[in-house]
């Protein structure tokens, strides 16, 4: 049976959205509401990653509304639940960026492992005051990634949703700590919450230190495209647009308690990726003077505990739930590089500030640093 809006946009009651101006919150935020689903409380801290000029379009409807405040808050979010009376809860908010965790895990654990916590308590306590329907759709929906997995040999079956957990990175054990959290809260305490696993997404309002959107900023200035080793780590790419849809699915009609993985079925080496990167921006931004751009490649140190490969095996969301894919890597990346020459404005906006210092304080000008998982 197939996602229907119809059916999604049953009723007034919104959806709490944590996260919701990150790169896949805000996507999600802006389906939601373009599909006719209900109302959006969307809950977001603002650091550095949140970007309210993502949600432009939708800040003056009257079915969304904008708080800003941290998960960690009981207070707030406890207040948000009772005021605003969701009929769930979607959880993004998150610390996401491989380096990073690297760099400085503490925040990794405050937020991913920390954050969920309260906002899983703060959902049972809700969840306990609901009666009748109210209690009958109310839904917690973890949105977390494929890299609590680990890493997939060239020849291994791609991750499924009985894949033992082997995480590699602070960011991924903490992204797979999180996971554990919501299991146990459902099984110990009746909390009807979902998780799913997603590939690795891309599209509009992707944050400038991933690796799509990070060679197309630096392609277009003539910066080096810092790839990591030899460039052949692999993988599963998933349109932003096609996850959302999936999430959708999955709190519709998703069973409580279960994980389904989310992929896009499009398998690429990180230097495949660049190079078709740069065909496209040598077809569609002809007057660069830096065509042909994959010439500024540069071959850099790899990451400490690089996982080599990642896929996703979505038949069970496929043969349940009735999702598929509706982009091509290749229809998806051209959509994603016309999206980011028609918002050069964006870009610049987010890359200023706090992002530039924290690059200097971290990376010390070592572009390498800068390139995505």
């Not at 065909?279 to 931004?285: G, M, S, V």
Request: with cysteine; proline share 5%; hydrophobic share 40%.
């Amino acid at each position: 049976m197939a996602v229907s809006d119809k059916t999604l946009s049953g009723g007034a009651a919104p959806v709490l959205v944590t996260g919701g101006a990150g790169f896949i919150g805000s996507n999600f935020v802006l389906d939601w509401l373009g599909s006719g689903c209900g109302p959006v409380i969307n809950l977001d801290k603002l650091t550095y990653a949140g970007n309210l000029e993502n949600l432009a379009s939708v800040e003056a409807r009257a079915d969304y509304t904008f708080v800003h405040g941290d998960i960690r808050d009981r207070a707030l979010v406890d207040r948000l639940l009772r005021e605003h009376r969701p009929r769930a809860v979607v959880h993004f908010a998150a610390e996401s960026h491989v380096d990073r965790s690297i760099a400085g895990p503490e925040a990794f654990l405050r937020t991913n492992i920390d954050g969920t916590f309260a906002m899983l308590e703060a959902a049972r306590e809700y969840y306990g005051t609901l009666t009748g329907e109210e209690r009958e759709r109310f839904r917690f929906l973890h949105v977390s990634t494929d890299e609590v997995y680990g890493t997939l040999a060239p020849d291994d079956p791609a991750f499924h949703e009985d894949t033992p957990y082997a995480p590699n990175s602070p960011y991924a054990a903490s992204k797979a700590a999180s996971d554990h959290l919501v299991r146990a809260w459902v099984h110990t305490y009746g909390l009807p919450a979902l998780i799913t696993n997603c590939s690795n997404n891309y599209g509009p309002y992707q944050f400038p230190e991933k690796l799509i959107p990070l060679m197309i900023a630096n392609a277009l200035k003539g910066k080096a495209l810092p790839v990591y080793g030899d460039g052949q780590q692999v993988r599963d790419w998933l349109y932003v647009v096609d996850h959302c849809r999936a999430l959708r699915a999955v709190l519709e009609l998703g069973r409580v308690g279960e994980t389904y993985n989310v992929g896009g079925g499009n398998q690429r080496s990180n230097l495949d990726v660049v190079k078709t990167l740069c065909a496209l921006l040598d077809e569609l931004a002809p007057g660069s003077k830096f065509a042909p751009h994959f010439g500024l490649v540069q071959f850099v140190t790899d990451r400490p505990g690089h996982d080599r490969r990642y896929a996703i095996d979505a038949r069970k969301l496929e043969g349940e739930l009735g999702w598929r894919a509706e982009e091509s890597f290749e229809t998806g990346l051209r959509k994603t590089v016309e999206w980011y020459l028609g918002n050069a404005a964006w870009v610049e906006h987010v890359t200023s500030g706090a992002y530039q210092q924290w690059v200097a304080e971290n990376y010390a000008g070592r572009a390498a640093a800068e390139a995505s998982r």
